[in-house]
C-alpha cells in the first residue's frame, strides 16, 4: 500500500470522502489521490516521494509556480507583526488601488476569502442595486458553491453527476435562469420572457469549469449589450481568468467592459483570497455606505494582502504573460499535434494560461453538451497514463489545465513527450 493510499483510507474517517474539496477525491477519473507533501516550481511532490509536473496549480492561484521566493518571504514578513486584526491596514489600500490599476472596470473593490464569496456578494448586489430576484447564468458555468449559483453548474457539481444539489431549496433556484454558452439568442429568449425581472447575468469569459471553452467572437459584448437594454448589472466571474488569459483578465483579452467582476485563486498568491468590485455606482449600495450587507472576519487578511500584493507585482512584469502565452500555446499545439500523429481524434482550445483537450471527433468544442459527448473513458485512461509518466493534470474532464510562469520549455517538451507515448496507448 502506498502511503498516499494509507493516508486516503484514514482521511476517509474523518473528513467526509477523505477531502475538504470534491473534485480531489479523483472521483472524475477513479483510483486514490496523491497526497502532496510540498511544491516547488512547476512541480509538485507526493508523500511517496513522486515528483510530477503539474497542471492544476492548486487550481489557478499558482500563475508564478509553487513557493515562489518573493510571495514566501512578503508571507514569512508579514507574519511576523501578527496573524489579524479585523480591523483596516495601509496593505488593502495598496491590494484595491492595484487591483483597480490592472482592471480598469473596477473603481471599487471589496476583499473576501474565497470566489464563492465574491460571486455570491456580486449576486446580492446586483439584485440589491437593481431590486430585481432573477440572475442569469450559463449551463456548465461553475461561480462556486452559493445557493443561487449551484444550478446546471460545472466543476465537482458536473463530475458528481449532481447539476443542482440537494439542500438548495426550489424556491432559490427557480430565480436562477440558465442559458446555453455562446448562444446569445438562448439569452435574448430569457430577457424576453422576463424584461424586468433579472437582475444580472453572471458568465464565466471563458468558461473553465466545463473543460476550456472560450468565448466565440461577438458572445460576451453581447451580452453586455442586452445588459445594457434591459439594465440589468453585468457580472463577469474571472475568479479563474483574472490575471491568467492576460494581466488584466479576460475582459482585457476580448475587450468588454462588465459593471461587477469578481477574482480569486491568483489574487491571493495561495492564500484564501477572493474580491469583487466595479463601478462606484454600485459599489455604493454596499455596507457601509449602502444598504447590501456584506462582511467578513478574515477578509482583507493581512498575510492574504501580503501574498497577493506580492503575486500581482511578479505578474505585471510582461515577460511572465509572455512566457505563459507562448509556452501554453505550444502546449496546445504540441498536444493536437501528438495526438494527430497517433489518430486520436483531439480538439484542443486556449486562452493564454488556460488550456482544455477534448477527446472528440468536433472540430470545435463551444459548448457543455458539446464537453457533455466528449469520451470521457478515454480522459480517465489518459488521465491515469499520464501521472505514471509524471504529468499531474486535473482529475476531471470538466476541469481547464493551467500552466504557470514556471513552466519551462523543457517541461513542456517533456509533457508532450508524455502525453505522445500515452496517445499511443489508448488506441
Ligand atoms: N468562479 C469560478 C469561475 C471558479 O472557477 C471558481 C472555483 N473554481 C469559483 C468561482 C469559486 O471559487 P472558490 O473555490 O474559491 O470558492
Same mark, same amino acid.
Given at each position: 500500500m502506498s502511503r498516499s493510499e494509507q493516508l486516503f483510507s484514514q482521511a476517509q474517517q474523518t473528513i467526509p470522502g477523505g477531502v475538504?474539496?470534491?473534485?480531489?477525491?479523483?472521483?472524475?477519473?477513479?483510483g486514490t489521490p496523491l497526497f502532496i507533501e510540498r511544491a516547488e516550481g512547476a512541480r509538485i511532490y507526493d508523500v511517496d516521494g513522486n515528483s510530477y509536473i503539474d497542471y492544476v496549480g492548486s487550481w489557478g492561484p499558482m500563475i508564478l509556480g509553487h513557493n515562489h521566493p518573493a510571495i514566501h518571504q512578503a508571507v514569512v514578513d508579514a507574519a511576523a507583526k501578527g496573524l489579524s486584526f479585523g480591523a483596516p491596514t495601509a496593505s488593502e489600500i495598496a491590494m484595491a488601488d492595484l487591483v483597480c490599476k490592472l482592471v480598469p472596470s473596477m473603481d471599487q473593490v471589496r476583499m473576501v476569502n474565497s470566489g464563492t464569496e465574491a460571486t455570491m456578494s456580486a449576486i446580492r448586489l446586483a439584485r440589491g442595486y437593481t431590486g430585481r430576484d432573477k440572475i442569469l447564468k450559463f449551463e456548465?458555468?461553475?461561480?462556486?458553491?452559493?445557493d443561487s449559483l449551484?444550478?446546471? /453548474? !460545472?466543476?465537482g457539481a458536473l463530475t458528481l453527476g449532481q447539476p443542482s444539489s440537494p439542500g438548495i431549496p426550489a424556491d432559490f433556484a427557480q430565480h436562477t435562469l440558465t442559458a446555453t454558452y455562446n448562444d446569445l439568442a438562448s439569452v435574448e429568449a430569457l430577457f424576453a420572457a422576463y424584461p424586468e425581472d433579472i437582475a444580472c447575468i453572471i458568465v464565466?469569459?471563458? /468558461? !473553465?469549469?466545463?473543460?476550456c471553452i472560450p468565448p466565440l467572437p461577438g458572445f460576451l459584448q453581447g451580452l453586455r449589450d442586452i445588459c445594457d437594454k434591459y439594465q440589468a448589472v453585468f457580472i463577469i466571474?474571472?475568479?479563474?481568468?483574472g490575471f491568467r488569459v492576460a494581466l488584466g483578465g479576460a475582459q482585457a483579452y476580448y475587450e468588454v467592459t462588465p459593471d461587477l467582476t469578481c477574482l480569486g485563486k491568483v489574487i491571493g498568491g495561495g492564500m484564501p483570497v477572493g474580491a469583487f468590485g466595479g463601478s462606484k455606482k454600485i459599489m455604493d449600495k454596499l455596507a457601509p455606505v449602502g444598504p447590501v450587507y456584506q462582511a467578513g472576519t478574515?477578509?482583507?487578511?493581512p498575510i492574504a494582502m501580503a501574498a497577493g500584493l506580492a503575486a500581482l507585482n511578479a505578474i505585471k512584469d510582461p515577460a511572465v504573460h509572455q512566457h505563459l502565452n507562448q509556452i501554453t500555446e505550444r502546449l496546445a499545439q504540441g498536444l493536437k499535434q501528438a495526438a494527430e500523429r497517433q489518430g486520436i481524434p483531439l480538439a484542443v482550445n486556449q486562452v493564454g494560461a488556460m488550456l482544455g483537450f477534448f477527446f472528440t471527433e468536433a472540430e470545435q468544442v463551444t459548448n457543455f453538451a458539446q464537453a457533455c459527448a466528449c469520451d470521457s473513458e478515454r480522459f480517465k485512461r489518459f488521465f491515469h497514463l499520464m501521472l505514471e509518466e509524471g504529468i499531474y493534470l486535473a482529475?476531471?474532464?470538466?476541469e481547464a489545465s493551467f500552466t504557470s510562469f514556471a513552466h519551462s520549455e523543457a517541461d513542456i517538451d517533456a509533457t508532450l513527450a508524455a502525453a505522445e507515448r500515452c496517445f499511443a496507448k489508448l488506441k
Open positions: 475538504n474539496s470534491p473534485v480531489r477525491a479523483f472521483n472524475g477519473v477513479g456548465g458555468c461553475y461561480h462556486g458553491h452559493a449551484l444550478v446546471k /453548474a !460545472g466543476s464565466e469569459p471563458v /468558461a !473553465g469549469n466545463m473543460n466571474d474571472e475568479v479563474m481568468t478574515l477578509s482583507g487578511n482529475p476531471s474532464a470538466f
